[in-house]
C-alpha cells in the first residue's frame, strides 16, 4: 500500500460481560457495519479470539478490507490503557493478566489501543457525542454498575497505573452503606446504578409498607429500575421519591467530583440516563446546593449524544484513530 493512501475507517470492540460487539466506524462516527459473538461461549482465551477474528475478518472483508483499517480500538472491563493489558477481570471467563491489545494487534496486522469500557465511552463522547470540543468534563455510564471516565485539558487521566477514574466506587455513605461487589461497603454504585435503583425500590417499599404503589404488583426480587420508571411516569409516588433520592445521591457525589476536577459538564450514559427529568431535576438541583460559589452553576450536566445501539463500538473505535 503506497504511503499516501489513507485508512479512513478503524474498529471498535466492546467486550462486555455477556457479548462482545463490534464495528467499523468512519472519522464522523458512522458505524458502516457491525456485529457481535457471545464472550462467554469460549472459557478458553483462544478459542474466543478464533471467532472473534473469523467474525471481524468477515465483516471487514465484506465491506471495506482490511487495508483500509487504520487501527482497531477495544474497551473492556479492567483494561488497562498502558499496558494493553486485561487485568482480573470478575465478570469475564478468563482469569489473570491478558495481553489483549498485543494479541489482537498480531492477529490483524494493525495498531490496537485497549481502556475500560468507562474511559472508552468517555473518548466516544468527546470525539463522536457532547462532549465535542470540551477539554474537561466526566463521562459518568449509569448501568448495571457506575463507570466512569475523567478527562482534564483534553487526555483522559489514566493515574500511575492505568486504573484511575473509579468514582462509581467512592463512597457516598459512611455509616450503614450498602454492600458492593467490590467489597466496600456505601459505593456510589450501590444507590445509583440500575440495580441500586432496584434496591432503593425494595428498601422503600418495605419502610413504607402502608402507602400503596404500583410497583407493590411486581415480586419485590424482581423489581427493576425500569419498572420504577415505569410506575414514576404513572404518578406513583413511592416511584419519585426513589428517583429523587437516586438523584440526590448523584447530586452530592457529582458536587465532590465538580471541586477536584472542575470540568465543563459531566455527561450521563446508559440506561438510568433515559429517566430525564425524573433523575435529572432532583440531581442537579442537590449539585448546585452542595458547591461553593465558585462552581455554582457553571457546570452543564448533560446526556450523551450517542445512540445506544453504537456507543459500545463508537466508544471502543474513537480509541483506534491514535493507535500505534
Known sequence: MAATEVRPYVVGIDIGGTNTVFGIVDAKGNVLA??????QRHQELDKYVDELYAELSKLIADNCGIDKIKGIGV??????FYTGNIEHAANLPWKGVIPFAKIISEKFGVPCALTNDANAAAVGEMTYGAARG?????MI?????VGSGVVCNGSLVYGHDGFAGELGHVIVRRENGRQCGCGSCGCLETYTSATGVARTARE??????????????????QITSKDVFDA???GDVIAKDIFAFTGQVLGEAFADFI???SPEAIVLFGGLAKSGDLLMKPLVETMNNNLMPIFKNKVKVLFSEMKDADAAVLGASALAWEAK
Not at 34 to 39: A, F, G
Not at 75 to 80: E, S
Open 34 to 39: 457491525s456485529n457481535s459473538i457471545k464472550t
Open 134 to 138: 470540551m477539554k474537561d468534563f466526566i
Open 141 to 145: 455510564t449509569l448501568g448495571t454498575g
Open 75 to 80: 474497551g473492556a472491563p479492567n483494561a488497562n
Open 204 to 221: 422503600f417499599l418495605e419502610k413504607r409498607a402502608s402507602e400503596d404503589s404500583l410497583l407493590r404488583k411486581i415480586p419485590a426480587d
Open 232 to 234: 414514576a411516569v404513572q
Open 259 to 261: 471541586k477536584f476536577s
